[in-house]
């Protein structure tokens, strides 16, 4: 008797695990199937490095890669080719496609309850938030030089250009490893999402969001500045000899001695604070994307470096992605959409994927942005010139950023347009491209041109 029912309690735990497990494989099942099936490298839907099934087009429905077959067939246009490349991924694994990744089960058209076969696997198509149209236009905008054009919705999320250069024809690759001029440095990077950048002066617009919310008086005072401002032994040059100016004319005129002492007031606290509260060293996740992030590091820092830091430079750096969220933060009222990248996944009569609206957390009053609004228009009407922008209502600020020594400067620019109907933030970084003002404002003028046009097109 007694041997029995040993036997039953041990065949009742036996069983009870065999339950336990298949219980935990079915749930393991129903949530990782899908990347399962389309794991890097699964022999049923990659072919070598690539995804070997599903179509991607832009908005307006422009096919950019088509994985169906044995091969990949990029665009029809080289230029949209070479425009759109680091967001579609090489032939060789060179430069990857994490949103391709992301979205592999959809793409391919894999559902748990009818596998991978069930739907019909050459139907789905990925449509991406870009415009081709706007890419080439911002590809061939920056005109050779290296950098990253970014431009985005800030009500609805949706990126209309990502562009990173250099960048080449996928079909008709060049010899990088054996080029020896430089024209394909950092080349496999997507410099939008990837990489970070000194801001140089479009900086002094989170100094002066810090201080407009923690230093009360400060749009009633009136700053001096003499062209060079004395630190402890060490002296800060200004770009000019600005007089008696208020902070408007100070960001107008990107006042170092301004924004060094104002920088040196708030004290190290305040603004690796208001760095972290805006993003600043954040990264982003979106699509299967992570943006990298920016740094802003005063440790140990003495004032002189806190001064440089407040204008910019120092060791401050943005990632670019991040940096257009911040111009649709300041847009939009103290916070912003999310950009995303995927639009829809659709197959046949389903829609396998449809983005959804995230939003930032609120990172500033109102009362801030609009200030800081005003001021980054009173930019484009009173320095940058309202006439690089017919039409539109830029608010704006350009930056020249030093980087290393003797080297030309990196020309950064960024902002939003004031309007309900073309919501648009947008960034600019030309590497070794000079002065931010007449180097990366007129590549804005030309994207955001691009941008309204497609946009217009699309509301007839
Ligand atoms: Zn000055």
Redesign the pocket.
Known sequence: MRRISNRTIFLLILMGVLVLGVVFFTVRFFLHAGEWVTFPGSPHVYSGSNLSSGKVTDRSGVLLLDSTGDSRVYAEDEAVRRATLHLLGDRYGYISAPILEEYADALVGYSVVNGLYGADRTANTAVLSISAQVQKTALEALSGYHGTVGVYNYKTGEILCAVTSPSYDPDNMPDIEGDQTGAYDGVYLNRFFQTTTVPGSIFKLVTAAAALETLPDITSRTFT?N?TLDVEGDTLV?????GAINLTQALA?S????FGQLAMELGPEVLEEYAQKLGITQSLSFDGLTTAAGSFDLTDAENFEIAWAGCGQYNDLINPCQYMTLMGVIANGGQAALPYLMDRVEGGLLTSYEHGKTTTKRVLERSTTDTIAQMMRNNVVNVYGAWQFPDLEVCAKSGTAEVGEGGTSNATFAGFIRDEAYPLAFIVIVEHGGAGSSAAAPIAGKVLNACVEVLSQEKN
């Not at 200004?238 to 600005?242: D, I």
């Not at 006042?255 to 301004?258: E, F, G, R, S, Y």
């Open positions: 500045c062209g200004c770009n000019g000899t600005h005129n006042c170092n001695v301004v």
